[in-house]
């Protein structure tokens, strides 16, 4: 069963009410990349780890990350 509780975690964006948040440019990736990406998004929607928001003003660009060959 998945606990909806707040107290395992809570993302917070810490920003200065005083400065403009900026809106990064959309970036563009290689099919091959593209097709990896969706299938992990798809994936994390799948089993709830992550959801959808809408923030209208701000966008965040996917960043991947290598992770090291398990020996």
């Given amino acids: 069963m998945h606990s909806k509780s707040l107290?395992?975690?809570v993302h917070k964006l810490a920003?200065?009410?005083e400065v403009e948040?900026?809106?990064q440019?959309?970036?563009y990736f290689a099919p091959s990349r593209n097709?990896?990406?969706s299938e992990e998004v798809t994936k994390l929607l799948s089993v709830r780890f992550i959801g959808?928001?809408?923030y209208p003003g701000w966008?965040?660009?996917v960043i991947m990350v290598r992770k090291p060959?398990?020996?």
């Fill in 7 to 9: 107290d395992v975690m």
């Fill in 15 to 17: 920003m200065d009410p």
């Fill in 21 to 23: 948040p900026v809106k």
């Fill in 25 to 27: 440019k959309k970036r």
């Fill in 35 to 37: 097709n990896f990406i």
């Fill in 52 to 54: 959808e928001c809408y």
């Fill in 59 to 61: 966008i965040a660009n």
């Fill in 69 to 71: 060959n398990k020996m």
